[in-house]
């Protein structure tokens, strides 16, 4: 029966004493700054998906809330779904045998957002400030709100959008059954492009990109020019492929299916919570009891990242090593440039 405050600027709310958390819903080129200070505010912090906009800024967002004993909870609410938490411990039982692939997939159709010349903002609008950090550039309605998302200089591109989530869940599984110390690859190749419509969208309608593991795969696969005859059966999933037996994680069904090779199959009850619901309640508990978050920001971290070598991997077009234990790419020059990014001045990152 409130009605709610209204500002201009971020940082009046962060000086609100009355204030103990705050939920971060901006593009994701402001998600860095606004996590960092928000924590050194004193506040605890749900932050959509995905956490970064490079893996620098992910390490700092971490950095930020241990140094200063936040909460901060990434919206990747399938961390907060039952039947997520039962197919990646399944997996990690060793019931499917040797575990030899992972895939993960999209399959969506994104319309065109046509050619639009650049024009005034809307009225009202601080254009300037919702930049922020990005390059200067003129205003076009095409990158302005939802459709900031097909635009480097504030996006992830589908894989850090959507991709996420199911990526996530990929994670979730080898971090049971390897430990978040060792649950990242060191080989990544990925190809895409735009290969459907001619509009303003910058980034890829599909993409493949695969994740080397050592002793096993993980597969990214993006289709954003249709969703007829999807993968397995189902737009947006996961697959988990082993010698004995491969489980199918339906994102819209809510629930998850193990096909033997002696043709049996094992389906789950489908989960009929909200996630969002869930994975909210999930922080509403954690800033009063200070535990630990289903998705952590560490948690988060980690499957933002892969998020991120895939699209490094896109933009220089070609293999990419990764040493999982410094977070770099050994002597790799150029694809060490883009372990950071630049900031357009005063909107520099915040120091830790």
Same mark, same amino acid.
């Given at each position: 029966g409130k009605a709610p405050g209204y500002c201009v600027n971020y940082e009046d709310v962060l000086n609100d004493k009355e204030i103990d958390a705050v939920i971060i819903a901006t593009p994701d080129h402001w998600h860095a700054i606004q996590t960092i200070h928000a924590c050194q505010a004193g506040k605890d912090v749900y932050i959509e998906k995905p956490l970064s906009k490079s893996i620098e800024e992910g390490q700092k967002m971490r950095d930020?809330?241990?140094k200063y004993n936040r909460i901060v909870q990434v919206g990747l609410q399938r961390r907060s779904m039952n039947y997520c938490d039962s197919a990646a411990e399944y997996v990690a039982s060793g019931k499917l045998g040797k575990l030899c692939q992972i895939k993960a997939w999209m399959c969506q159709t994104r319309g065109s957002i046509g050619n639009p010349p650049d024009c005034?903002?809307?009225?009202?609008?601080?254009?300037?400030?919702?930049?922020?950090?990005?390059?200067?550039?003129?205003?076009?309605?095409?990158? $302005?709100?939802?459709?900031w998302r097909f635009f480097w200089d504030y996006c992830n591109s589908e894989q850090g959008n959507q991709g996420v989530h199911m990526l996530d869940i990929c994670m979730k599984t080898v971090q049971k059954i390897r430990g978040k110390a060792n649950c990242m690859p060191t080989h990544v190749s990925g190809n895409?492009?735009?290969?459907?419509?001619?509009?303003?969208?910058? /980034?890829?309608?599909?993409? /493949?990109?695969? +994740?080397?593991?050592s002793d096993f795969m993980l597969v990214w696969e993006l289709r954003s020019y249709g969703s007829h005859r999807p993968v397995e059966g189902s737009d947006a999933?996961?697959? $988990?492929?082993?010698?004995d037996a491969a489980l199918i994680? %339906?994102? +819209?069904?809510? %629930?998850?299916? /193990?096909?033997?090779?002696?043709?049996?199959?094992?389906?789950?009850?489908?989960?009929?919570g909200n996630e969002t619901r869930l994975h909210m309640q999930n922080f509403l508990d954690c800033i009063r009891s200070r535990k630990e978050?289903?998705?952590? /920001?560490?948690?988060?971290?980690?499957?933002?990242?892969?998020?991120?070598?895939? %699209?490094?991997?896109?933009?220089?077009?070609?293999?990419?090593? $990764?040493?999982?234990?410094?977070?770099? $790419?050994?002597?790799?020059?150029?694809? %060490?440039?883009?372990?950071?990014?630049?900031y357009r001045e005063p909107y520099g990152l915040p120091a830790v």
């Amino acid at each position: 029966g409130k009605a709610p405050g209204y500002c201009v600027n971020y940082e009046d709310v962060l000086n609100d004493k009355e204030i103990d958390a705050v939920i971060i819903a901006t593009p994701d080129h402001w998600h860095a700054i606004q996590t960092i200070h928000a924590c050194q505010a004193g506040k605890d912090v749900y932050i959509e998906k995905p956490l970064s906009k490079s893996i620098e800024e992910g390490q700092k967002m971490r950095d930020a809330a241990r140094k200063y004993n936040r909460i901060v909870q990434v919206g990747l609410q399938r961390r907060s779904m039952n039947y997520c938490d039962s197919a990646a411990e399944y997996v990690a039982s060793g019931k499917l045998g040797k575990l030899c692939q992972i895939k993960a997939w999209m399959c969506q159709t994104r319309g065109s957002i046509g050619n639009p010349p650049d024009c005034d903002p809307p009225p009202g609008v601080d254009y300037d400030r919702w930049l922020g950090p990005a390059p200067k550039r003129p205003f076009n309605p095409m990158r $302005f709100h939802y459709n900031w998302r097909f635009f480097w200089d504030y996006c992830n591109s589908e894989q850090g959008n959507q991709g996420v989530h199911m990526l996530d869940i990929c994670m979730k599984t080898v971090q049971k059954i390897r430990g978040k110390a060792n649950c990242m690859p060191t080989h990544v190749s990925g190809n895409g492009g735009i290969y459907w419509l001619t509009d303003m969208k910058e /980034v890829p309608d599909t993409q /493949v990109v695969t +994740y080397d593991f050592s002793d096993f795969m993980l597969v990214w696969e993006l289709r954003s020019y249709g969703s007829h005859r999807p993968v397995e059966g189902s737009d947006a999933g996961i697959g $988990f492929y082993g010698s004995d037996a491969a489980l199918i994680v %339906n994102f +819209y069904k809510k %629930n998850w299916t /193990v096909y033997r090779k002696d043709d049996s199959e094992e389906t789950s009850e489908s989960d009929s919570g909200n996630e969002t619901r869930l994975h909210m309640q999930n922080f509403l508990d954690c800033i009063r009891s200070r535990k630990e978050p289903n998705a952590d /920001v560490e948690l988060g971290r980690l499957s933002t990242t892969i998020c991120h070598l895939g %699209n490094i991997s896109y933009h220089l077009k070609r293999d990419i090593h $990764f040493d999982p234990k410094t977070e770099t $790419f050994g002597d790799d020059k150029d694809a %060490n440039a883009m372990l950071t990014k630049e900031y357009r001045e005063p909107y520099g990152l915040p120091a830790v």
